[in-house]
């Protein structure tokens, strides 16, 4: 997995510091570049002003949780926001049905092993339609656009992302 990833952007949304540094140590060591942000609101700036290619979510977050973090992304920017997975210890039938329902397109449920979240970031890589073009908005823009790549360059890399 190391070769296909290098380069991928993440952003981890977890309020649990010692969960945050072990996500992003085990995902840094697959190849991937992260960011953290532990809280809804700091990871929603985070998504709207950095580029990520796949935000990996807390549902149980301080100030606004990741399923309304989620919903504001999906609202704001439709297809052109990064695909999002849900981790979390909710994990009632209905917990994941809003998950989904909110602009999910994985669930884990914690405690998860090690591989897990790197394989899930890689999986939702490969099977993430992504749109053919993407572009920032404006400066003058009230809302900057979330960066995913081009379906060509996913293509040609499974999933290499152009860092900024």
Sequence with gaps: MRDTMSGMRILVVEDDKRLAAALQRGLEAEGFAVDVASTGTDGHWMATTMDHDLIILD???PGIDGFETCRRLKRDYGDKCAPVIFITAKSESDDVVEGLGAGGVDYLPKPF????VPRASARTCKTSSLPSSRSRSSPSSAKPTPR???SSA???TTCAIRSR
């Design 59 to 61: 549902i149980m977050l």
């Design 113 to 116: 092993k090690p591989k897990e």
């Design 148 to 150: 995913r790549t081009s």
């Design 154 to 156: 996913c293509a040609r």
